[in-house]
């Protein structure tokens, strides 16, 4: 199964596994709480691109903002739906459709926030798809893009005691690898990441490492005590150097600064 022709509903069983286990929540967590404090307490009008089975949608849509996922996988957009369609208090404030990071059909501008949470990862590069994803961003609005780290190549093999593994990656300083849900991911370093949204005509903001202590915890399904411990001390780390470039995914946010 390659990135370029997967419909990610193949792996949706792992994924949804995944996403509900303790590594998945904090990067739930983590990136919602970044987002949500980037953004002004008004309503604000946010598209999720990738929005795979609909977690980040709900979370915005609960916090009281208009959100549009578009995802190109069906079967992952059916799951998004249901989703939604299990939470009517918030379902007026979502909309949902089928589309591709390359063909956005969205004018210049029409979103306070654009949000693309574990997706350039699976692309080719990064260049085009930030291109498209900034310029969909208003004034005062932000980007919030979150992939794989190239700073932490090797880290969770090494943790895991796949010795022979890390070391290749680590001598090789390897962008590649082949992550959980056994489809070839791809890294970016922050900088390169900050410098594509300057491109787009963004002003980057700190970035965060996420999944920094926990990545290698594959079956850990912590208790709400000890999650809650392991979160806070997970969310003091990913803005803080050197623990925040041995997260395994770096989370860039910009933003496009108003013009009046």
């Given at each position: 199964?390659?990135?370029?022709?997967?419909?990610?509903?193949?792996?949706?069983t792992g994924y949804a596994a995944y996403s509900?286990?303790?590594?998945?929540?904090?990067?739930?967590?983590?990136?919602?709480?970044?987002?949500?404090?980037?953004?002004?307490?008004?309503?604000?009008?946010?598209?999720?691109?990738?929005?795979?089975?609909?977690?980040?949608?709900?979370?915005?849509?609960?916090?009281?903002?208009?959100?549009?996922?578009?995802?190109?996988?069906?079967?992952?957009?059916?799951?998004?739906?249901?989703?939604?369609?299990?939470?009517?208090?918030?379902?007026?404030?979502?909309?949902?459709?089928?589309?591709?990071?390359?063909?956005?059909?969205?004018?210049?501008?029409?979103?306070?926030?654009?949000?693309?949470?574990?997706?350039?990862?699976?692309?080719?590069?990064?260049?085009?798809?930030?291109?498209?994803?900034?310029?969909?961003?208003?004034?005062?609005?932000?980007?919030?893009?979150?992939?794989?780290?190239?700073?932490?190549?090797?880290?969770?093999?090494?943790?895991?005691?796949?010795?022979?593994?890390?070391?290749?990656?680590?001598?090789?300083?390897?962008?590649?690898?082949?992550?959980?849900?056994?489809?070839?991911?791809?890294g970016d370093t922050p900088d390169h990441l900050?410098?594509?949204?300057?491109t787009g005509g963004l002003t980057p903001l700190?970035?965060?490492?996420?999944?920094?202590?926990?990545?290698?915890?594959?079956?850990?399904?912590?208790?709400?005590?000890?999650?809650?411990?392991?979160?806070?001390?997970?969310?003091?780390?990913?803005?803080?150097?050197?623990?925040?470039?041995?997260?395994?995914?770096?989370?860039?946010?910009?933003?496009?600064?108003?013009?009046?």
């Amino acid at each position: 199964m390659t990135a370029a022709s997967s419909d990610f509903a193949a792996v949706g069983t792992g994924y949804a596994a995944y996403s509900n286990g303790g590594r998945g929540l904090l990067r739930h967590d983590i990136t919602a709480r970044r987002v949500l404090a980037e953004l002004s307490d008004r309503p604000a009008r946010i598209l999720d691109v990738g929005c795979g089975d609909g977690e980040m949608v709900l979370r915005l849509a609960a916090a009281g903002h208009h959100v549009s996922g578009v995802e190109k996988s069906p079967g992952m957009l059916a799951s998004a739906a249901e989703r939604v369609a299990a939470a009517p208090e918030i379902a007026e404030r979502v909309t949902l459709a089928e589309g591709d990071i390359y063909a956005l059909p969205f004018d210049d501008a029409s979103f306070d926030a654009v949000v693309c949470h574990g997706v350039v990862m699976y692309l080719p590069d990064s260049a085009a798809p930030i291109a498209h994803l900034a310029r969909l961003v208003a004034d005062g609005g932000i980007l919030s893009v979150l992939t794989k780290n190239q700073l932490a190549v090797g880290v969770r093999e090494a943790l895991s005691g796949d010795y022979a593994s890390a070391r290749a990656q680590i001598e090789s300083g390897q962008a590649a690898s082949v992550g959980n849900l056994g489809i070839t991911t791809r890294g970016d370093t922050p900088d390169h990441l900050d410098d594509l949204a300057r491109t787009g005509g963004l002003t980057p903001l700190p970035w965060q490492g996420v999944r920094i202590f926990h990545d290698h915890r594959k079956d850990w399904t912590p208790g709400e005590e000890e999650y809650q411990a392991a979160l806070e001390t997970e969310w003091v780390a990913s803005s803080r150097s050197p623990y925040r470039e041995l997260g395994r995914l770096v989370h860039a946010v910009a933003r496009r600064e108003a013009t009046s």
